[in-house]
């Protein structure tokens, strides 16, 4: 079998059973430094290929095919051949090569991005995510490049199909740090802001032996979001965050620390000031839209304010108290604000006074109690499964063997559990 004719037949000949298709990986493992060196000649060969059939085999043509520089006017055809390929293949066969099918999605992405058109690549990138994975809690390497596809193309709620799903199983630690970046991105740009927060707090606390560049600007962003949605920064990285983000992350982020501590003394005048100060920094880190938004939420922080010392105030008052142009506009803000669900108040249109009321929610009510027991269910459901990691890492052999290293350092078993009493 040394003519890449012949391999065509053997792929041909055994595609049909999975004991087959194994005896063909061994084959194509063994071919594929010839089918590299031989690239420029494949193309035709894969004519004679069914993508539906014969996947596996075709995915190696594919990939030996696609590894040379593509122009922009190659790039037309390739994005549709490996579309109708990621569209029909076998997800048993491409699984038996994930790094090549991996590598074929990502030339994909970029050839899609070439011919600046990432909409063309939504639907068959989430399509080979759905192939690849091995079940809904597995977070691939394709899982990053689908939602970057998602943003670009600003097609946002297409991301939401795994952006909802519970994440268990991560093949590389950048594939966690992208999927969580770019999946706050997205959320912010749907304006899900708590979603937002957990997705951006799992980048900044996510274990990292060295500061990376995408937890520095997650950190930017979770800053800013938590200033819209909460009206305050945290002060501090809580303790399970890891000691090399704890000690950097404020350093790297100094602008939007002090945007954040100028937010909390309430002066829309101050933080303006601060924001056009330093409106290039932002805008060099593209979150001058961000940073814009959390100076507008000051208005909503000074207004929810006002509900916790006054039962009534007139619209012309809350115009002055939390210095907006005139009663008209704070009525707007109000009027906003009660429709988002964030006070209770009701605004009598005769003398223009607002009436702050209390949360109307008396969680009995059938909708409610439904919440509230899923919410639950799902808490049992994350409880096993933290139960089942911990099983299974107390078994790790690599585990156990640092743990024992770390015991001989101080061994508890050298040492008496009661005090002995000494004659003298």
């Known amino acids: 079998m040394n003519t890449v004719e012949g391999l065509v037949n053997q792929i041909q000949g055994l595609s049909t059973t999975a004991s087959d298709v194994l005896s063909l990986q061994n084959l194509l493992k063994q071919a594929d430094d010839s089918l590299h060196a031989e690239s420029t000649r494949l193309f035709p060969f894969l004519d004679q290929l069914d993508p539906s059939k014969h996947s596996l085999g075709y995915l190696y043509f594919l990939e030996a095919c696609t590894a040379g520089p593509v122009t922009k006017e190659q790039a037309g055809s390739y994005v549709l051949m490996i579309a109708r390929f990621i569209t029909s293949c076998i997800a048993e066969q491409i699984r038996l ?3 090549k099918f991996i590598t074929v999605c990502k030339r994909f992405k970029d050839q899609v991005l070439l011919l600046e058109e990432p909409l063309r690549g939504v639907a068959p990138m989430l399509t080979a995510i759905r192939k690849l994975q091995s079940s809904s809690e597995h977070l691939t390497a394709l899982h990053p490049e689908f939602l970057l596809l998602c943003l670009l193309s600003r097609c946002y709620k297409a991301g939401l199909s795994i952006l909802e799903e519970d994440v268990f199983e991560v093949d590389q630690p950048r594939d966690l740090f992208l999927f969580c970046y770019y999946g706050g991105m997205i959320s912010i740009g749907q304006k899900w802001f708590q979603k937002a927060l957990e997705l951006l707090h799992n980048v900044v606390t996510a274990p990292m032996s060295t500061v990376n560049a995408i937890a520095v600007e997650a950190f930017k962003k979770y800053i800013l979001v938590s200033l819209i949605h909460h009206g305050q920064s945290p002060a501090n990285l809580p303790k399970y965050a890891s000691s090399v983000a704890q000690r950097n992350l404020k350093n790297l982020c100094q602008p939007y620390i002090e945007l954040a501590n100028s937010y909390s003394n309430g002066k829309i005048a101050d933080i303006e000031t601060y924001v056009e100060a330093n409106k290039d920094k932002f805008e060099s880190d593209n979150n001058l839209g961000l940073v814009k938004q959390a100076v507008s939420s000051m208005y909503k922080r000074n207004i929810q304010r006002l509900t916790q010392t006054y039962l009534t105030l007139s619209l012309q008052d809350i115009a002055n108290r939390v210095q907006l142009n005139s009663p008209k506009e704070a009525e707007m803000h109000v009027l906003q604000m009660i429709k988002d669900g964030e006070i209770y108040a009701t605004i009598n249109q005769k003398d223009g006074m607002v009436r702050f009321l209390e949360d109307p929610e008396q969680y009995k009510t059938c909708e409610m109690i439904e919440h509230i027991d899923s919410s639950i269910q799902r808490l049992m459901t994350l409880s096993k499964k933290l139960n089942g990691v911990d099983e299974l890492m107390s078994c790790d052999p690599l585990y156990l ?22 004659n003298i």
Not at 401 to 422: C, S
């Open 97 to 99: 090569a994930p790094d």
């Open 401 to 422: 063997l640092k743990a024992g290293r770390e015991r001989q350092r101080f061994d508890f078993d050298d040492f008496d559990n009661v005090p002995q009493r000494f």
